[in-house]
């Protein structure tokens, strides 16, 4: 089993930065990556990124102002958000798995979610 565990939510201004983390643990996860789901809406794939780290992958909504990146040693995965909208509102949910497929169609494990506000 695999537990994720988010953090770095919160109240932001349109255009300003949060950076969100989720740490992994039970065992090595080898891809790693953020969904949202936005009230009324469908969760949607936000990032993922490979066990390297050499791999990322972006939906076109965030492409140019998220970053994703992972510290292996810490299995860890950080998603850099800058010039965020308020159409960026949303839970933004950790998923991890064996690989990277798995990541982006949602087969993954999941953690609980954190609230990202961006206010207008």
């Known amino acids: 089993q695999v537990q994720l565990v988010e953090s770095g939510g919160g109240l932001v201004q349109a255009g300003g930065s949060l950076r969100l983390s989720c740490a992994a643990s039970?065992?090595?996860?080898?891809?790693m990556g953020w969904f949202r789901q936005a009230p009324g809406k469908e969760r949607e794939f936000v990032a993922a990124?490979?066990?390297?780290?050499?791999?990322?992958y972006y939906a076109d909504s965030v492409k140019g102002r998220f970053t994703i990146s992972r510290a292996n040693a810490k299995n860890t995965a950080s998603l850099q958000m800058n010039s965020l909208k308020p159409e960026d509102t949303a839970v933004y949910y950790c998923?991890?798995?064996?690989?990277?497929?798995?990541?982006?169609?949602?087969?993954?494990?999941w953690g609980q979610g954190t609230q990202v506000t961006v206010s207008s």
């Open positions: 998923t991890a798995g064996e690989t990277i497929n798995a990541v982006t169609t949602a087969q993954g494990y």
């Open positions: 039970g065992r090595t996860v080898y891809s």
């Open positions: 990124v490979t066990w390297s780290g050499s791999g990322t």
